[in-house]
């Protein structure tokens, strides 16, 4: 299986400032095809997961352009440009390269 | 709008089936390129992604559960079904289903979740 692994496992951020989580992947997920399958949910307090980034660093529909996906290879950036209060929640990776589809095991972020 | 419920039994017994069933829509599963999965969570864990159903019936399980695993679809209900047998104490989790819609150009996966539906097993 591939492991992602993010780093930190918490974060706390002052509103309005910048915030970045790290994600690797135990084997590359740049696939033949060209495109690279690395996705970043967040789930907020008491709700299901939502797709903020696919495919390293294209913004899902609605996303504010606060958020952004960088990285290559088997290393991967979510960087938020000036948290606010509703982004708190736990952030997750996920690969979908190769079965199983593994996720990282999460990132929580807490405001100051 | 696409949405998507989850819905079965809050609490199963060590060793019974689990049956949990995906209603959706705003979509229709007979269009190329959908698919249906569905990701647990056990209390205060991580994801773990269990199972995929394609537009096309083709399926995709996790290895390490697919013994246990079957999923299956009525396109014409709007639905996807998802048994485990033999359950587990450690099976105890919320059970999502999401959507999934990948196109030769871009492949935004698992874009909606249900709410999740919550499992314990226990005696």
């Known amino acids: 299986d591939i492991v992602m692994t993010q780093t930190p496992l918490s974060l706390s951020v002052t509103p309005g400032q910048p915030a970045s989580i790290s994600c690797k992947s135990s084997?590359?997920?740049?696939?033949?095809?060209?495109?690279?399958?690395l996705y970043w949910y967040l789930q907020k307090p008491g709700q299901p997961p939502q797709l903020l980034i696919y495919?390293?660093?294209n913004r899902f529909s609605g996303v504010p352009d606060r958020f952004s996906g960088s990285g290559l290879g088997t290393d991967f950036t979510l960087k938020i440009s000036r948290v606010e209060a509703e982004d708190v929640g736990v952030y997750y990776c996920?690969?979908?390269?190769?079965?199983?589809?593994?996720f990282g095991q999460g990132t929580k972020v807490e405001i100051k | 709008q696409i949405t998507l419920k989850e819905s079965g039994p809050t609490l199963v017994k060590p060793t019974q089936t689990l049956t949990l069933t995906c209603t959706f829509s705003?979509?229709?599963?007979?269009?190329?390129?959908?698919?249906v999965g569905w990701i647990r969570q056990p209390p205060g864990k991580a994801l773990e992604w269990l199972a995929l159903?394609?537009?096309?019936?083709?399926?995709r399980y996790s290895p390490s559960l697919k013994s246990r695993l079957t999923i299956t679809k009525d396109t014409s209900k709007n639905l996807v079904v998802l048994t485990m047998t033999n359950m587990d104490p450690v099976d105890t989790a919320t059970y999502y289903c999401?959507?999934?819609?990948?196109?030769?150009?871009?492949?935004?996966?698992?874009?909606?979740w249900g709410q999740g539906t919550p499992v314990t097993v226990s005696s």
């Open positions: 996920m690969q979908s390269i190769q079965l199983p589809w593994t």
């Open positions: 705003g979509f229709s599963l007979s269009t190329s390129g959908v698919g």
């Open positions: 495919e390293v660093s």
């Open positions: 159903i394609y537009w096309d019936a083709d399926k």
């Open positions: 084997q590359s997920l740049l696939h033949s095809d060209g495109r690279t399958y």
């Open positions: 999401a959507h999934r819609y990948c196109t030769t150009t871009s492949c935004p996966h698992f874009d909606y």
